[in-house]
């Protein structure tokens, strides 16, 4: 007879107990349950009407090979580490089998492209395996994306090419390392079959190898899902589809009977969409494509692409050669798009509120939250206890703090500047007594000698001007009267030493190109702990090196993937 106590403990590890292959998971498809189904089950491309998904296997591949998995999501779904082993992942996860649960579908959206509307979109290459419910309860989706073509592909294969499946399996696992609203990805799978792709529209198509992520979300429903059904009219579906949106994702808006359901609906995505954007303005993310099609109806990173990486400071840049003359998604107006398609789904569920101005005060809150959001997250960066957001007596001056911020954004832009360098640095700065007005400047600058891409071309008078803001931001912390090591600490909290800069990217895709995801591997190990100094990984923090200045992939990248 055991003791009570071991019984406990017995109890306790039983909670724990982890599966081993994908089969022993628990799935309820709920979304396919709800919602009504595209009534032809041939694959061929169609508008597909009164529907909100297309039943769809994925197509086989010739030779599936497990490139790279993540642990963590294997976790949160309930799989012990070793199931990756099991050669039945492999099949799985290359759309070459389907497990019993699992009943595969691609979704119907729409969505706006770079400002303009562009019809029925929908998956053209992601199929849904199914819903997960994890030991914890929780709900998470499994989505191949790469697994073939679908009623949604349009003039394209359905697949996907090596080094775009890197990079998404890569970042959506850095970027919940790094505290970023993201999808994760599971696996990343070559298929052993090549994909012609004509990387930058050059008219040079060449064959690359394929590969397949396994995407995990709670759901992948975005703006366009909701755009399509209002911009057919169909307003019956439209509500069913929010209904079904709320009921499983935002339930407790059901609780509330303080106004309008819809109005609270879009309020709450308005909140995460805010901060998502708020994060992805901290780190130095650049999403390149950020059409209402890629915007997740739960404020989640979605549809990794053409993105990239601040390496220098640059609010007008962006990674997305297709985006290279308009600059739409640019670094700096990605807050300022996300309202925009923030609007783009409240035009969508008007039909459901029918009145445009409770919407209207929820997309003015969200320019109210966005802009506190990102003076908190300046503030912090900084670390400076709060951000002041005073304006003086008369209400009509620039906060201090703001200028401060502000002076410092144009600082940073004027030479080149490592932006991630640039805050690591700056936590490094001494606020002792001695920064005084008629001090040298030299000892002060010195301590952001690393984050400069020439720290020896700098011109007298932006020396001048850098060492004029740090004396300013010095008395600035010392009226906030906190040491250095708490300061400090503070501060490398919120600011990253190591994020997935392009070119470390390129160099894994490189190698996982030859089918060895050993570099892949090591990256992503230094990048679970994106804020900790990390003995021997130096070489991961360094700025971005001379050769992957204009090297494709490395700053250059196209929607081709
Ligand atoms: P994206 O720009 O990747 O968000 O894709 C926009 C639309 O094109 C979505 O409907 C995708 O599913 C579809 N799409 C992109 N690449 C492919 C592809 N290789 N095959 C089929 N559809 C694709
Ligand atoms: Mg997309």
Redesign the pocket.
Known sequence: MPSRESCTLTDEKQEKVLHETLEQLRYDNSFIRALPADPESRNNLRQVHGACFSRIAPSPVPDPRLIAASPEVAEILGLSPEASRDPAFVEVLSGNRTVQGMAPF?AC?G?H?FGNW?GQ??????ITLGEVITPNDERWELQLK?AG??P?????????VMRSSVREFLCSEAMHHLGVPTTRALSLVSTGAE?V?DMFYSGRPAPEPGAIVCRVAPSFIRFGNFELLAARGDAELLRKLTDYTIDRHYPWLREDDQGDLYVRFLDEVCQRTARMIVEWMRVGFVHG?M?T??MSILGLTI?Y?PYGWLDDFDPGWTPNTTDAEMRRYCYGNQPRIAHWNLLQLANALHPLVGSAAPMESVLLNYGRRLAQGQQQMMASKLGLRSFRPDSGEDGNQASPDLTLVNDLLQLLHRVETDMTLFYRALANLDVGGHHRVDSDDGPLLAVLRQAYYSPDALAPDYQRDMAAWLRRYVQRLQEDGEGNHERRAGMNAVNPLYVPRNYLAQLAIDQAEQGDGSRLHDLLDVLRHPYEEQAGREAYAARRPDWARDRPGCSMLS?S?
């Open positions: 691609a959206y969505g492209q562009a979109l929908g998956d053209g290459r992601a790469g073509r679908t949604y592909s349009r003039s394209a294969d359905g697949r996907a994909v792709r494509v059409n099609d890629n549809d692409g929607c993937s």
